[in-house]
């Protein structure tokens, strides 16, 4: 939840092109003599190269400032975050927030320059003594995960809530995490609840996602299926998976809106699309029993395969009962014990239960095989991960 882009502190054309009337020392440097509404003269002439040493030794910090953001956005010239850097440097040493925060963003980065997060905090903390609010926010940020500075959630809460009391969305929903965990705080689901109202109010969506579940099961506020169904399609509809998941399973099952198996296989696809696990198993096991479609095993097998692939442990053990039993797939008992193996692995009871029934039927070198094979499942697994 890191406000990583230096882009955030977005100018508009207006102001970049502020650039071209700001007072030139001398008058025979053109402010535009490409042409067409550049923001300064053109890169790589004699002029661009003139201006830039009178910038460099004469304009103000917000002039600066302005052509890091030239460089850093690539707007009329090529984008270059290393030129970005050194004129946010020169702006930042002369106390301008924007700069001093782009500067940290580009040390917490690494973007035009070698990541540092202990060179990233120091000036993210300028930017923020001077209420400059992405810096307080992000600042938060190092200090929950202990990036640059020790881990202290206390003062993590202390960042989040001066950024969030000048009405910063996410540091508002941030702050309501570490109400509702106790993290820095003592526990509190009302006051996490507030929080995340005010950020469903200007529709973030994982303040949405958070409160509808708030509502779901009655924490923090009074319990309501009908409430936690909308906020969670508020959510859904900006494509938060998890909301689109658990909008499927509630269409599912009738829970706070009508029972609805189209409706459920509609939000499912949603989230599966954007790579959702929970979704791929939960469509797999509609096309294995046929729930609101024609059952079609093969179909399971696509879904379940999709979701085990990611380490999805209910699909995994699915996927072994269906190779156990040749659903959709030809029998394989190896492959079988490889997938059952997999997901006993992640504690799944019955991922257990199957590994046993399917080696009574199976040699010791069949077995030793689903094992090689669950290894190296494993191993390229943890590799993709890292």
């Not at 963003?105 to 070698?114: F, I, P």
């Not at 995490?177 to 994982?206: I, N």
Request: proline share 2%.
């Amino acid at each position: 939840m890191l406000y990583g882009m230096k882009t955030l502190v977005l100018l508009s054309i207006a102001a970049l092109m502020a650039l071209s009337t700001l007072a030139s020392p001398r008058e025979d440097i053109p402010a535009n003599p490409c042409g067409y509404a550049s923001p300064g003269p053109c890169v790589g002439t004699a002029e661009w190269g003139a201006q830039l040493e009178w910038a460099s030794n004469h304009g103000s910090a917000e002039y600066q400032f302005l052509i890091g953001r030239i460089f850093d956005s690539g707007w009329s010239i090529e984008e270059d975050d290393s030129e970005a850097v050194k004129w946010y440097r020169r702006a930042a040493a002369r106390g301008h927030a924007a700069a001093q925060y782009n500067l940290g963003v580009a040390y917490d980065t690494g973007e035009g320059v070698g990541e540092d997060k202990v060179e990233a905090v120091k000036w993210y903390r300028l930017a923020a003594a001077q209420g400059f609010s992405m810096a307080q926010h992000n600042l938060g940020v190092l200090y929950e995960y202990g990036e640059g500075v020790s881990q202290d959630h206390v003062e993590a809460v202390e960042w989040y809530r001066l950024a969030a009391a000048q009405g910063l969305v996410r540091s508002r929903y941030l702050l309501g995490l570490m109400y509702k965990d106790g993290k820095g705080v003592p526990q509190d689901s009302t006051e996490a609840a507030r929080l995340f109202r005010l950020g469903a109010d200007q529709e973030h969506r994982s303040s949405q996602f958070h409160l509808a579940g708030m509502y779901y099961v009655g924490n923090g506020v009074r319990q309501d299926s009908t409430e936690a169904a909308r906020l969670y399609r508020f959510a859904a509809l900006q494509g938060h998976s998890d909301a689109q998941y658990n909008l499927g399973v509630m269409s599912e099952h009738g829970h706070g809106i009508p029972q609805d198996y189209d409706e459920a296989l509609k939000w499912y696809r949603l989230a599966a699309e954007q790579g959702h696990a929970g979704a791929q198993w939960a469509i797999g096991l509609m096309y294995d029993y046929g729930t609101g479609v024609l059952q079609d095993y093969a179909e399971a097998v696509k879904w379940y395969r999709l979701a085990a692939e990611q380490g999805n442990a209910s699909a995994q053990h699915s996927l072994a009962l269906m190779d156990f039993l040749g659903k959709g797939v030809p029998q394989d008992f190896v492959r079988a014990h490889a997938w059952a193996n997999l997901a006993a692995a992640r504690g799944y009871a019955k991922g257990y239960e199957l590994r046993a029934s399917i080696a009574e039927r199976m040699t010791s070198a069949q077995v030793a095989e689903a094992q090689r094979r669950a290894r190296e499942w494993t191993e390229a697994f943890e590799n993709r991960k890292r």
